[in-house]
């Protein structure tokens, strides 16, 4: 393979990765956000180095091995259009390393970041002010359980249930939870979203559902068509399965609990349906608008006006 014979250092490959990328089109959203970050994490990943920093490592020369091993990837990135956690069999949220294969979507879900963060980082704000007082909670559509895992990590107390659809995407899910070695903690369940978890309560609920409204998945580039379409199928307007969920979850919340929700682009579509629910929109990094957060109060305040509006379609 040319770029094998003509490339050396660490800083080549990347170049040539972004000018490959670049060349051929590619769709990214898994994990990076253009052609630069997608190179960057290949090379690092695939060397095995920390995929966190790359300037340290930019000159470093590498073996004929690694060099042949790069090129074969960046060319099946090319090609293939497979999304690069795929290929690699990793991904990472907020630093946390996740199996990750066609059995479940790639984890990119922007709650990892506030849970890292806003949700429960205290001063000047927070959600769960205590992450101590979380004793249990919920991960609805769990996919490779990496929501639940990182649940686990920051709420020390609590015990997490994680629920999916796809026994496929639970396969791998218990896969996750092995490797950080939370078995006793995590518990993985396979159902349709609250039906696993009948009479249970909880002080979190978190979930990122399908919420891909039927056109857009239509429209999908290749890359978001090797993973499983389940978990995009959002129904004709992206929320058929959040509406579902704001219907069931107050029975699932302890007074003091709350629920944070991803629902990409629909918040005009449920601040019109859903007038009196005091939606909290939380943004992030790389989001505006596409997550909220609703307190056990919220959303039993705000029945009748579901009770209407499933009344009204």
């Known amino acids: 393979m040319a770029a094998a014979d003509e490339l050396v250092t660490v800083r080549d490959f990347v170049r040539y990765g972004v000018s490959r990328f670049n060349a051929a089109g590619l769709a990214f959203g898994h994990g990076t956000t253009g052609a630069i970050d997608e190179a960057a994490f290949m090379v690092l990943e695939a060397l095995r180095l920390p995929v966190d920093d790359l300037a340290p490592w930019l000159d470093a020369r590498l073996t004929v091995e690694e060099r042949t091993r790069l090129a074969g990837l960046i060319e099946a990135r090319c090609t293939t259009r497979q999304p690069a956690a795929y290929l690699l069999g990793r991904t990472y949220i907020q630093g946390v390393p996740f199996r990750s294969d066609a059995r479940a979507i790639v984890p990119r879900s922007f709650i990892g970041e506030l849970l890292a963060g806003e949700l429960t980082g205290g001063e000047p704000f927070s959600l769960v002010p205590e992450p101590m007082t979380v004793t249990r909670a919920l991960d609805l559509c769990t996919g490779s359980g990496c929501l639940a895992i990182l649940a686990a990590m920051i709420f020390p107390n609590a015990e997490v249930d994680a629920v999916d659809l796809s026994p496929d995407a639970l396969a791998l899910a218990t896969e996750n939870v092995a490797e950080h070695e939370l078995e006793d903690r995590v518990r993985l369940l396979e159902g349709d979203l609250f039906a696993p978890v009948a009479g249970e309560i909880y002080d979190l609920i978190i979930t990122n559902p399908p919420y891909v409204d039927a056109e857009a998945v239509a429209a999908l580039p290749p890359e978001y068509r090797h993973e499983p379409l389940l978990a995009f199928d959002g129904g004709p307007d992206g929320l058929d399965i959040v509406r ?16 944070i929700c991803e629902i990409g682009t629909g918040r005009e579509i449920l601040e019109a349906e859903f007038p009196n629910m005091p939606f909290l929109w939380l943004d992030t990094e790389d989001s505006e608008g596409e997550v909220f957060w609703l307190s056990a109060a919220d959303l039993a305040g705000g029945a009748d006006i579901r009770f209407i509006s499933r009344m009204a379609r």
Do not use: F, V
Not at 244 to 259: N, V
């Open 244 to 259: 579902r969920i704001l219907t069931e979850a107050p029975a699932h919340l302890s007074p003091q609990g709350g629920l």
